[in-house]
């Protein structure tokens, strides 16, 4: 059994079959089978259940893949090291994070990049509650996400920022019940068409804790998955949309009311895994706020 084979094993895994392992990883499918069969007869027993579309782990699979992620790790950390006493940082970094929040990780990832050009930097874009597991499961090494509350199981966590959110409307949308300042409240809010993000998505997370604190029932009247898709619901006076101030000042062209209490917020917190960091991933952490 050799890294490779690993690697392989874990890339079918993660893609969900065998053709998408093979342009993963730059080779012809038939080495991905051949390989897979091969490491499959060294141990006596299947590591996936093929159908005609997809590829499932078995048993043995799914104790494999995570011992075969470590091992792949520690491999990779151990060049790393050798790399560092040399003089040089290589690696690879994967990230995860959610939509909004890219913002946070723009100027460090520029001073990573200028540092350590052969530092490979992987984003990934998923749920908070995905990005959880894949921190726990070792598929992504930190992440920049909204989190509620700062203890997370077998993680760890600083805090980047707070901010509070804004509701976005059209300009010509007259909002009624708006103090003398221009604030709203969640009860107006609540009598207005809502764009809202899909659940799972930390924005709506926030908005939701926000709406059921403050007792304030609401009703969803467009759901979408994309924050450009939000603004062009609003643009068109279809709905409102409660989103942070620093994404709703990207669409200047749309009007921002505060909220006069109850605002909802979020948290933006940098999470890592408990344990030993890669040298690639201190190098990164040096630059973060």
Same mark, same amino acid.
Do not use: N
């Given at each position: 059994?050799?890294?490779?084979?690993?690697?392989?094993?874990?890339?079918?895994?993660?893609?969900?079959?065998?053709?998408?392992?093979?342009?993963?990883?730059?080779?012809?499918?038939?080495?991905?089978?051949?390989?897979?069969?091969?490491?499959?007869?060294?141990?006596?027993?299947?590591?996936?259940?093929?159908?005609?579309?997809?590829?499932?782990?078995?048993?043995?699979?799914?104790?494999?893949?995570?011992?075969?992620?470590?091992?792949?790790?520690?491999?990779?950390?151990?060049?790393?090291?050798?790399?560092?006493?040399?003089?040089?940082?290589?690696?690879?970094?994967?990230?995860?994070?959610?939509?909004?929040?890219?913002?946070?990780?723009?100027?460090?990832?520029?001073?990573?990049?200028?540092?350590?050009?052969?530092?490979?930097?992987?984003? #990934?874009? &998923?749920?908070?509650?995905? !990005?959880?597991?894949? /921190?726990?499961? =070792?598929?992504?090494?930190? @992440? $920049?996400? %909204? +989190?509620?509350?700062?203890?997370?199981?077998?993680?760890?966590?600083?805090?980047?920022?707070?901010?509070?959110?804004?509701?976005?409307?059209?300009?010509?949308?007259?909002?009624?019940?708006?103090?003398?300042?221009?604030?709203?409240?969640?009860?107006?809010?609540?009598?207005?068409?809502?764009?809202?993000?899909?659940?799972?998505?930390?924005?709506?997370?926030?908005?939701?804790?926000?709406?059921?604190?403050?007792?304030?029932?609401?009703?969803?009247?467009?759901?979408?998955?994309?924050?450009?898709?939000?603004?062009?619901?609003?643009?068109?006076?279809?709905?409102?949309?409660?989103?942070?101030?620093?994404?709703?000042?990207?669409?200047?062209?749309?009007?921002?009311?505060?909220?006069? #209490?109850? &605002?909802?917020?979020?948290? !933006?917190?940098?999470? /890592?895994?408990? =344990?030993?960091?890669?040298? @690639? $991933?201190? %190098? +990164?952490?040096?630059?973060?706020?």
């Amino acid at each position: 059994m050799d890294l490779r084979q690993m690697e392989v094993v874990v890339a079918v895994a993660e893609e969900g079959g065998f053709t998408a392992a093979a342009q993963r990883l730059h080779v012809v499918q038939s080495a991905v089978s051949s390989t897979v069969l091969a490491l499959e007869r060294e141990l006596g027993t299947p590591l996936f259940d093929r159908t005609t579309h997809r590829v499932f782990l078995t048993p043995a699979g799914e104790v494999f893949v995570p011992a075969a992620r470590a091992a792949l790790r520690a491999a990779e950390q151990a060049r790393a090291t050798v790399d560092l006493v040399r003089g040089q940082l290589r690696g690879r970094i994967t990230i995860g994070t959610t939509q909004g929040v890219w913002a946070d990780l723009h100027r460090p990832l520029a001073a990573l990049r200028a540092e350590h050009p052969d530092v490979v930097v992987r984003l #990934r874009q &998923a749920s908070v509650t995905d !990005i959880r597991h894949a /921190l726990r499961e =070792g598929t992504v090494d930190l @992440a $920049v996400v %909204a +989190l509620d509350r700062q203890r997370q199981r077998g993680l760890v966590t600083r805090l980047l920022s707070y901010e509070e959110m804004v509701l976005v409307s059209a300009p010509r949308r007259a909002l009624t019940g708006t103090g003398p300042d221009g604030t709203v409240t969640l009860t107006e809010t609540a009598r207005l068409p809502l764009v809202d993000f899909t659940p799972g998505w930390a924005i709506r997370l926030c908005v939701d804790r926000a709406f059921r604190a403050a007792a304030v029932e609401r009703e969803t009247t467009f759901e979408v998955d994309d924050i450009v898709a939000a603004a062009e619901l609003v643009r068109g006076d279809l709905g409102v949309c409660v989103m942070p101030a620093s994404i709703a000042g990207q669409f200047p062209d749309l009007s921002t009311h505060a909220f006069a #209490r109850h &605002a909802p917020h979020w948290k !933006i917190m940098l999470v /890592l895994p408990r =344990g030993d960091t890669p040298p @690639a $991933v201190t %190098a +990164l952490l040096r630059h973060m706020p």
